[in-house]
């Protein structure tokens, strides 16, 4: 599949403090991105998607940039909460296929 | 409004037998994808149906199949079960509008494991 990968396998962060997770995809024809969070024992839950005309959307304390010179995304989490902490997936969809990175974990600490 | 439904929610299978697992859809969505996640792993993409036939095929050999009935519901079919092919399967729903899906729904997975 396609090679999307994170840098950083767990991110650890104080509640309050903003979260930035990054992910780096391979194929520059991808034309579409979706961050996805994933709690224990359930299915990837959608956070916040951007197209690849695009290089920046915001929502409700989320912000994801895509920068496609250099094939990277990053979500920001503006003042993390602990109810924030799960596995967050980057996917990129190429041809109505998503192809998922491995995961960063976020630990928000009280 | 139901999101994306599957069943069962865990299943314990010895090596060898065989597994079906279902999906019923969000309302309004026509195409349904398959994937597989393994523990500590992102999910990969197995296969897609629209229209009752298999769209896309992932990196999976054919002891995976699957089905889609008129309803849009999907079925998926694993037959001489593997301890690898224990993990995490999640059905995601969407609606194909020309060449492009929108509003992609993952369900919450069926947790199978091979013993």
């Known amino acids: 599949g396609e090679n999307v990968g994170l840098h950083l396998p767990t991110l650890s962060v104080q509640e309050g403090d903003n979260s930035i997770i990054n992910c780096a995809y391979s194929?520059?024809?991808?034309?579409?991105f979706i961050w996805y969070k994933q709690e224990s024992g359930k299915g990837p839950q959608f956070i916040i998607d951007i197209r690849s005309n695009m290089d920046k959307r915001q929502g409700q304390r989320v912000t994801v940039l895509l920068n496609k010179t250099v094939k990277h995304l990053s979500l920001q989490i503006a003042a993390t909460q602990p109810g924030d902490s799960a596995v967050y997936f980057c996917?990129?969809?190429?041809?109505?296929?998503?192809?998922f990175g491995s995961g960063t974990k976020l630990n928000v600490k009280p | 409004d139901a999101g994306v439904t599957q069943s069962p929610t865990h299943l314990i299978k010895t090596r060898g037998q065989q597994v079906t697992l279902r999906c019923s859809p969000k309302s309004g969505h026509d195409t349904v994808s398959w994937y597989q996640q393994a523990l500590g792993q992102g999910p990969q993409f197995i296969f897609q149906?629209?229209?009752?036939?298999?769209?896309q095929r992932g990196n999976f050999p054919d002891r995976f199949s699957g089905h889609q009935f008129p309803n849009y519901s999907s079925e998926l079919n694993v037959n001489a079960l593997l301890l690898g092919d224990s993990a995490l399967y999640l059905c995601?729903?969407?609606?194909?509008?020309?060449?492009?899906?929108?509003?992609?729904?993952f369900g919450s997975g069926t947790r199978l494991t091979v013993v």
């Open positions: 996917a990129e969809n190429n041809f109505n296929k998503f192809y």
């Open positions: 995601a729903s969407s609606r194909q509008t020309g060449t492009a899906n929108y509003g992609y729904t």
């Open positions: 194929n520059s024809a991808s034309d579409y």
């Open positions: 149906y629209y229209e009752e036939e298999e769209r």
